[in-house]
């Protein structure tokens, strides 16, 4: 306990409010303290911390190679300061937490927004924050406790126990063109002689379809590459090739008839999904979101 007395949490208030505007008059704004206040306080940081944590270059300061290593730490501190703030400050009746959900875009689509609209006629008051980027960026978030849960492929985490993971459904995928790939398709041309565009390298679901191609000597003219199933339907939609993924992101298209399921003669791979999160974190709000979010997803998979 002795350490902490040794700690000014004002100071690396100070310290972050000059990192994040790059600028000493305008963190005097931000936190209505006077300039020559916030220059005492990174001075005295500075000398506490013996190293150099900004460069004053004309009215721009950035931050030294010390300062960004600094940083991360303060601000996960704070992120855990505020957690615990609003855990306290929850209803168990009135829950009025954020919910920061890191997940793929193309399956937030059909996955959070009936449960988004359940849980929000019984916690009105409820806030959601939804992030969609690359695998690691949403795991490095979650780690540093800027996001409360992620749904991603399954696996997330080989042994890190850390964080609890559960598989929350398993879908069916498909090869899916527009009508004009569709009718040649119809015509008997093979699937092999038209062009292909696949998601990246390095998933499970693609790395199965590889598998499940090669057991029936199938080898595919593969000529794009795209990261988002948006612009795979979009490259699809404008005879760009035939798509290949979950099906469930498509039912509405092809519902509307702007675009096609390819039958093939044997069953494709499905790509399972799972959510994970750090119970220790989570505030009352999320948890009972989390709880909906699986009875719903596993409901779904028995229809």
Known sequence: MDSFNNIDINKYRVF???????????????????????SHAIKELESQLNTKLFIRNNKVVSLTEEGEKIKFYIEKAFNIILLG?????????????IIRIGIYSHISLFMLPRVMKE???KYPCAKFNIYSSS????????????????????????????????????????????????????????????????PMRGFPDITKLDETLKEHNIVLKHNLTCYTNELTK???????????????????????????????????????????????????????????????MNDDSKD
Request: proline share 2%.
């Open 16 to 38: 972050l409010a000059v990192a994040e505007c790059k600028s000493f008059s305008k963190a005097t704004e931000y936190l209505h303290i006077s300039q020559p206040g916030i």
């Open 135 to 198: 695998n690691n960026e949403m795991i490095e978030k979650l780690r540093n406790n800027e996001l409360d849960f992620i749904v991603m492929q399954y696996p997330i985490f080989i042994n890190d126990f850390k964080f609890k993971e559960e598989i929350i459904c398993e879908l069916d995928t498909c090869f899916f063109a527009n009508k004009y790939y569709y009718d040649l398709y119809l015509n008997n041309k093979s699937i092999t002689e038209m062009p292909i565009i696949l």
């Open 85 to 97: 703030e609003k855990m306290l400050k929850e209803e168990d009746n009135d829950l009025n937490g």
């Open 234 to 296: 979009e490259l699809v939609r404008n005879s760009m090739g035939i798509g290949w993924g979950i099906k469930k992101t498509i039912e509405n298209d092809i519902k509307n008839g702007d675009l096609y399921e390819l039958k093939l003669d044997f069953k494709g791979p499905t790509a399972k999904f799972s959510i994970a999160y750090d119970d220790k974190y989570l505030n009352k709000t999320t948890k009972e979101f989390i709880k909906l979010f699986k009875k719903m």
């Open 119 to 121: 849980f929000i006629k």
